[in-house]
Antibody, heavy 118, light 108 residues
């Protein structure tokens, strides 16, 4: 059974930092791109970042470039999102998803909530 | 930047009726479109990928189509469990970035 379990969310002050994690099981993690997608309260979905199978390529939505860093540890079947200098508008539920490219995002976690507030 | 516009924002129908949801891209690029269903308190669920391919386990009443920059999700006969929010998602072939529409709420 495929499982994606996010953790690490919480309350963070503007200008602080937070690292989200996504633990994966049930498929060969090292052979898939992975992505983070977020959803602000009462809003739609927003793609945040994606990372290639071996971590050699990373892509971000413009609003987080230079502040967020996506990474992965294939040996630990884990995906990460480092959030630096968060802003109020980064408040959202953050999902990790298996990125199938043409086959889209087949599997999603249940999300971890990030609240940016002083 | 490509923008995806979903319409209508809200669609009110009854079980047994046919639902037609639209998603329009602001420009034509080499890309792939997907549709997701999301119920309150749940993660999105993939319904359709590459515009017209049903994901594993998705009932045949769900279908997708495309015409140029216009994409359509059709639910042929609504079941009670189909009332949810539907999101379209475009994946640009290169660089591999994504954009989502703002969502359509399908309500009874």
């Amino acid at each position: 059974e495929v499982q994606l379990v996010e953790s690490g969310g919480g309350l963070v002050q503007p200008g602080g930092s937070l690292r989200l994690s996504c633990a994966v099981s049930g498929f060969t993690f090292s052979t898939y791109w992975m992505s983070w997608v977020r959803q602000a309260p009462g809003k739609g979905l927003e793609w945040v970042a994606s990372i290639k199978e071996d971590g050699s390529e990373k892509y971000y939505v413009d609003s987080v470039k230079g502040r967020f860093t996506i990474s992965r540890e294939n040996a630990k079947n884990s995906l990460y999102l480092l959030i630096n200098s968060p802003r109020a508008e980064d408040t959202a539920l953050y999902y990790c998803a298996r990125d199938g490219g043409k086959e889209a995002m087949t599997y999603w976690g249940q999300g971890t909530r990030v609240t940016v507030s002083s | 930047e490509i923008v995806l516009t979903q319409s209508p924002a809200t669609l009110s129908l009854s079980p047994g009726e046919r639902a037609t949801l639209s998603c329009r891209a602001s420009q034509s690029v080499n890309s792939y479109l997907a549709w997701y269903q999301q119920k309150p308190g749940q993660a999105p669920r993939l319904l359709i990928y590459d515009a017209s391919n049903r994901a594993t386990g998705i009932p045949a009443r769900f279908s997708g189509s495309e015409s140029g920059t216009d994409f359509t999700l059709t639910i042929s006969s609504l079941e009670p469990e189909d009332f949810a929010v539907y999101h379209c998602q475009l994946r640009i072939n290169w660089p591999p970035v994504y954009t989502f529409g703002q969502g359509t709420k399908l309500e009874i």
